[in-house]
């Protein structure tokens, strides 16, 4: 158990339709890190937050946002969804996003859409 | 440009030693990443390079040479549990942004 925890584990949804994905980093962990792996693909990176703030950003497409919240969880939302989309969703964490500190991934969240 | 280059697969026998290969092209270098990856479940820390040489825990070593800009990661012993993927991934650029390989899946036979 990495300590970071990702809700809903599996969520089916038509096409067009709005999800939220949420994430509670290890305690004491500052910096929230949102990633896209389609069916054997490598990891995208979409967005990272620290402490609140948009830190950087990857391939992230305009329909979908993110934020983190002053208690630090973050949340990913994906919005009118395309069948491209189904993805598995990762949230990763790390005490402050620099050097050595290593990130640790939550067991995702499985999108289906359809 | 920034680049990181791992073989797509790689097929081993239980028992023996296999050495995974990474390259990598980054502006600034600020360590060196493994993490294993089974399919369907979240990837997982391995090892961390920042200084060359050759980093060992149990039956898994990382090796790193910042000049040729290369990293290997070294499994003994294989066993088939050890069939995953294996994620390279560099910490570069000015704001120490993760950069991930495509990651390579080994296949182990009995």
């Known amino acids: 158990d990495s300590g970071v925890t990702q809700t809903p584990k599996h969520l089916i949804t038509a096409t067009g339709q709005r999800v939220t994905l949420r994430c509670s980093p290890r305690s004491g962990d500052l910096s929230v890190y949102w990633y896209q792996q389609s069916l054997d693909q490598g990891l995208q990176f979409l967005i990272q937050y620290y402490n609140g703030e948009e830190r950087a950003k990857g391939n992230i497409l305009e329909r979908f946002s993110a934020q983190q919240f002053p208690d630090l969880h973050s949340e990913l939302n994906l919005s009118s969804l395309e069948l491209g989309d189904s993805a598995l969703y990762f949230c990763?964490?790390?005490?402050?996003?620099?050097?050595?500190?290593?990130?640790?991934f939550g067991e995702g969240s499985w999108l289906t859409v359809v | 440009g920034q680049n990181i280059d791992q073989p797509t697969e790689m097929t081993a026998t239980e028992g023996a030693i296999v050495q995974i290969n990474c390259t990598y092209q980054t502006s600034g270098f600020n360590g060196l990443f493994w993490y294993q990856q089974h399919a369907g479940e979240a990837p997982t820390f391995l090892s961390y390079?920042?200084l060359d040489g050759l980093e060992e825990k149990g039956r898994f070593s990382s090796f790193l040479s910042r000049s040729k800009g290369y990293s290997y990661l070294l499994l003994k012993e294989l066993q088939m549990k050890d069939s995953a993927s294996y994620l390279c991934?560099?910490?570069?650029?000015?704001?120490?942004?993760?950069?991930w390989g495509a990651g390579t899946k080994l296949i182990i036979k009995p």
């Open positions: 990763a964490s790390s005490v402050v996003p620099g050097q050595g500190n290593t990130i640790y």
């Open positions: 390079n920042v």
């Open positions: 991934a560099v910490r570069g650029g000015s704001n120490y942004q993760l950069i």
